[in-house]
């Protein structure tokens, strides 16, 4: 039996280092004039003001939308689109990490589709009328959104978040500037690059994989697991910046692809109701998950572990367990809290639970998953990731 696959990506990719400056060329070439989605430290640290002056001097004129404050939310949609329609705007750009560029994505729809973002959630409606186009420059090394056609956001009336898949979020364009990227403390460094690891972890182990997003998702990886400690103890290490930044547009272009799994559907309901950044809530789920669905994916999960450690002697089981143990440990050695640790009271998400299990399953993305749980194990996973101990076992990367 034939097999096919799809593979989507923006039209256009542009990387490398200095290429922010790249906007005028790009955003000439989608309109006269940006809204620009970004956030008030995008604006302190200069690059609004920065990406304002590179479209002047291609003439496009631009207004900025800085309400971008926590993971993206219906308010901020709706803020924005009045923004875009009363400023009579043909283009988007957004500046800033993955908050900022579903935002963008939310907006770029909804111009020209009439209606709330919630409307497209769950499949219930596909956007008939083309995006407005949308220019995605990241300046974090971690969601991937800038090549994905996924955004989440949170509909603030139910907390809950809505993670909605079709090709009109795709970016018409994605320009991803390593250099951003430094501005990125030491936990957001951290932060995201787990959730660009889990990403691609997801990717591979995912029921949906297909050889090209396995070539994606392996690469990002290796890059991600080799770098992601250089990148985090010296900020201005711009080789480990750089290949911290592929990897996170690697792990995105596979995982948009083959799709997430059983992290990212418990993840979504701890940031809707306990407020829990995204890429920190995945970082601290993804060892424990990937302990409950070791044994239905030991050979994928031994190609992870061989990129942990140069023996490359080991049986499967053997990589598979240094897959696990060292994901732990990386995540120990990055700082990275888990749920107790951050502050989430334990009655509170105790009594939580029942509707958090019940909206990662509703989700759909625990069914990608390798071992498939019941309502009642997602349970029972959820309370053991609350004070999970992250362990400094396992094997540095070569």
């Known amino acids: 039996m034939n097999a096919f696959f799809n593979l989507r990506t923006p039209p256009l990719i542009t990387y490398g280092s200095g290429s922010f400056k790249k906007i ?31 479209l002047e001097k291609c003439r496009v ?13 219906d308010q901020y949609v709706a803020e924005a689109l009045q923004m875009f329609n009363e400023s009579a705007c043909d283009h988007i750009i957004s500046l800033g990490g993955g908050s900022c560029i579903d935002t963008a994505k939310a907006v770029s729809v909804l ?17 008939d009328q083309p995006p407005i186009p949308h220019i995605a420059i990241p300046t974090t090394a971690g969601t991937g ?24 979020f795709m970016p018409a364009a994605a320009i991803v500037d390593p250099e951003l990227s430094k501005s990125s403390p030491k936990h957001v460094t951290a932060a995201t690059g787990v959730d660009a690891l889990s990403h691609a972890i997801e990717a591979y182990l995912s029921k949906k994989s297909h050889p090209m997003t396995d070539m994606l ?17 010296d900020g201005c290490n711009m080789e480990a910046r750089e290949k911290m930044s592929l990897g996170s547009l690697e792990a995105g272009m596979a995982f948009t692809n ?6 990212h ?45 140069l023996d490359k002697d080991l049986s499967d089981e053997e990589a598979a367990d240094i897959a696990v143990n060292s994901v732990s440990g990386l995540c120990a050695d990055l700082n990275i809290p888990n749920l107790k640790g951050w502050g989430i009271d334990e009655e509170a998400f105790i009594l939580a639970v029942g509707k958090m299990a019940k909206d990662a399953m509703d989700s759909g993305s625990p069914a990608n998953n390798p071992r498939v749980p019941t309502l009642q194990e997602l349970q029972e996973l959820y309370l053991y990731c609350y004070d999970y101990q992250f362990s400094g076992k396992g094997a540095a990367a070569k």
């Open 111 to 127: 111009v020209g589709n009439d209606g709330n973002i919630d409307d497209f959630a769950g499949g219930k409606r596909v956007a």
């Open 217 to 233: 998702a392996f690469s990002a990886m290796e890059l991600i697991v080799k770098n992601i400690r250089d990148a985090y103890t």
């Open 145 to 168: 959104s800038e090549a994905t056609d996924v955004t989440v956001i949170t509909n603030t009336s139910n907390q809950v978040k809505l993670m909605i898949k079709q090709p009109a």
């Open 258 to 263: 083959a799709s997430v799994c059983l992290v």
């Open 61 to 73: 004129s631009s207004v900025v939308y800085l309400g971008v404050e926590t993971e993206p939310t």
């Open 265 to 309: 559907g418990m993840s979504r309901p701890i940031g809707a109701l306990f407020h829990v950044p995204h890429g920190f809530s995945n970082a601290m789920l993804l060892p424990a998950v990937l302990e409950f669905s070791r044994d239905s994916c030991v050979e994928r999960l031994a190609d992870l572990g061989r990129v942990f450690t």
């Open 24 to 54: 005028s060329e790009v955003a000439a070439l989608k309109g006269k004039k940006a809204l620009i989605i970004s956030d008030k430290m995008m604006e302190q640290l200069g690059n609004v003001d920065r990406c304002v002056g590179f």
